[in-house]
């Protein structure tokens, strides 16, 4: 299956400040999906993004909040901006596999 | 929205216990997937099912798919200490929009030595 790493693994922000986590894939992927995951909760699917267009976002997630980049068929960056508390979570990109959808280790976010 | 409900919560169990976990839906899957987390880490995939009836395992892991498509069962035999952790299971769907996969509440397990 595919090695996904997730950069940073984990931060603290100050509320206001906008954070870009980073998603690489040993191979090429059609789609990547962006998933929060909030404290004790389970994973809940940000949006999907497709190489060569704009991402499709999920119910109650909007670009302006969460704007997603994915300029080729192995990375993706998922911004989380204007950061409250409230964002403090875990986000982790996801790819399909042969076998089934296989995740990266996360990025823990924590704004203060 | 389609919503996954996993049952038990949590489970406190002694080693060398049975565990079973399930989870039902709403609305028909696709596919069932059932997967493990651990404290600092992204789930890691443990089983697929892919149509109903399906029974499937996994070392000491067996699932199924249930035959209305809106439920599947996870169990652990002889469970041992690194069986600690979230297990989630997850529900795709694929339509012509493209696929999309749901994720029940999570079962939190807890194995005494």
């Known amino acids: 299956s595919a090695v996904i790493s997730q950069k940073p693994s984990r931060d603290i922000c100050q509320r206001g400040t906008s954070l870009t986590i980073q998603c690489q894939v040993d191979s090429q992927v059609t789609m990547m999906f962006w998933y929060r995951q909030q404290p004790g909760q389970s994973l809940t699917l940000i949006a999907t993004?497709?190489?060569?267009?704009?991402?499709?976002?999920e119910s109650g997630f909007v670009i302006d909040k969460f704007p997603i980049s994915r300029p080729n068929l192995t990375f993706s960056t998922l911004t989380v901006s204007n950061m409250s508390p409230e964002d403090s979570s875990i986000y982790l990109c996801?790819?399909?596999?042969?076998?089934?959808?296989?995740f990266g280790s996360g990025t823990r976010l924590t704004v203060v | 929205g389609q919503q996954l409900n996993q049952s038990p919560q949590s489970m406190f169990i002694q080693e060398g216990e049975d565990v079973s976990m399930n989870c039902t839906s709403s609305s028909i899957f696709n596919t069932w997937l059932w997967y493990k987390q651990d404290p600092g880490e992204g789930p890691v995939l443990l089983i697929a099912?892919?149509?109903?009836?399906e029974l499937t395992s996994n070392g000491r892991l067996t699932a199924q798919f249930g035959i209305t498509r809106k439920d599947s069962f996870l169990n652990i035999s002889a469970s041992i200490p690194s069986d600690v952790g979230i297990y989630f299971c997850?529900?795709?769907?694929?339509?012509?929009?493209?696929?999309?996969?749901?994720f029940g509440t999570g079962t939190q397990l807890k194995v005494e030595l």
């Open positions: 997850a529900g795709l769907l694929s339509t012509g929009g493209g696929n999309k996969l749901t």
């Open positions: 099912l892919y149509k109903a009836g």
């Open positions: 996801s790819v399909v596999t042969p076998g089934g959808y296989t």
């Open positions: 993004a497709n190489q060569g267009s704009e991402a499709t976002y």
